[in-house]
Structures are given as structure tokens and as C-alpha cells.
């Protein structure tokens, strides 16, 4: 498939590595933004605005994010993430509560997750986009 075909919501992990110098995830980011696959969310923005350090760096994170595909949380998928976490907990699994919110938001609409963080992997429905 290619990747402009694909939707892909990008963990805060890996947009991380986008903002690092020669970073190979970060390199992939790029390409997938160029192809207009990357997709965002709220708990996404929360995570990197709060890592910001100049008015310089947020100006350009916003411009990144502002022509985005932005996906968020309704009343029900909060049902839903609440759910997938007491399942998961009941399984002997707490994972952090903002990738809860972020696998939530891939299985609802539909999107692989592009991240670092292998737990992701332990989380049933779950596609993980593997560059």
C-alpha cells in the first residue's frame, strides 16, 4: 500500500524524533507528511506543547499540526477508552493512560499507529504502522 493511501496517526514518540537532528523516525515522519498520511489528536498536542521551550519552537510545531487531520474524543469513545483500560488492567496491564486515549483513537477511526512505545503492541484492535 502506499503510504499517501495510508492513514496514520503519529504518536508523540515518534514526533519527537521529527524534531531531533537525523533522526531515521523522525526521517520517516517527514516522508509520511509529504504523502499526507500523518493524522493528529488532542492528546497528541498536549504532550508536545507541554515539552516546548521558546515561543519560536511552539510557533513551528503549530504550523506543523496546523494542516493536519485532527481526529478527537467523543463522549462515547471516553466510554470506550475507559473500557479498553479496565479490560486491559483486568489482564494484569496499566498502560499510560494518554496511549489508552491514542490506540482509542486509531481503532475508532480507522488509523495504524506510528510509535515507538512497544506496549502499543499489547493492545487488542490496534494497527501499528511499521515504516
Known sequence: MEAMNKRILADTSVWVEFFRPASAKGKELERLLLDDAIWTCGIVLFELTQGVKTETERKHMLDIFSGLPYVEMSEPLWLKAGALSAALKRKGLTLPNSDIFIASLAIEH??????????????????????
Open 110 to 131: 480507522d488509523l495504524s499507529v506510528f510509535t515507538l512505545d512497544s506496549h502499543f503492541e499489547q493492545i487488542p484492535g490496534v494497527k501499528l504502522y511499521g515504516g
